[in-house]
């Protein structure tokens, strides 16, 4: 069988559950899927947080600083609640009510670097809260994605960006999960 395109979803934060729901009603469970449009191709969800997790991992090596500060300030990182922690490196832990990808993400890379946290505080990453300046400049808002080239164009197509989708950087990571993330269907 194949997929075919049926809307670009865009945000869905804590609308995610209820989004699910109204799609298996609609469609059927296991008849729809979520997937990221990637040049010419579609990825799946573990396929988007790989080169999510590379726009990390290209920031870190461009960011020394910033990485030095993250590994001496935290001891580890959460997105929406602490316990996010629980998902270490598995992005299909999921225990909110939101998708949570960049506390993952930041955690692979150390692993990848072959580096871990030495700190004190566990940091929230987001694009507003937060007690450490590394909050918002880890934000998935506000790292750039390493290939925008592959980045869609916004799913609004008139009128002003939606306020729920003001605060990440049009050239961002988020960006990137949010504009290429496509609801499909079977057909």
């Not at 980045?151 to 290429?180: C, M, V």
Request: proline letters at 6%; hydrophobic letters at 35%.
């Amino acid at each position: 069988m194949d997929w075919r395109t049926i809307e670009r979803p865009g945000y869905l934060g804590r609308y995610r559950d209820k989004r699910l729901i109204e799609w298996n009603a609609k469609y059927g469970e296991g008849n729809w899927r979520l997937a990221w449009k990637v040049g010419p191709t579609h990825a799946d969800y573990l396929g988007a947080c790989a080169l999510y997790e590379d726009a990390y991992f290209c920031f870190f090596g461009a960011n020394p600083d910033v990485l030095g500060t993250l590994i001496a300030d935290a001891r580890d990182v959460f997105d929406d609640a602490p316990t996010n922690v629980a998902s270490r490196f598995d992005y299909m832990k999921q225990e909110t009510s939101r998708t949570h990808v960049q506390d993952i993400a930041i955690r692979r890379c150390l692993l990848r670097l072959g580096l871990w946290f030495e700190g004190k505080d566990l940091l929230q990453i987001r694009h507003t809260v937060g007690q450490h300046p590394l909050s918002m400049t880890l934000s998935p808002g506000r790292v750039p994605f390493h290939r925008p080239d592959l980045i869609e164009p916004p799913p609004w197509t008139t009128g002003e960006r939606p306020d729920h989708e003001k605060w990440y950087d049009l050239d961002s990571t988020e960006a990137f999960y949010q504009f290429n993330r496509v609801l499909q269907a079977r057909t």
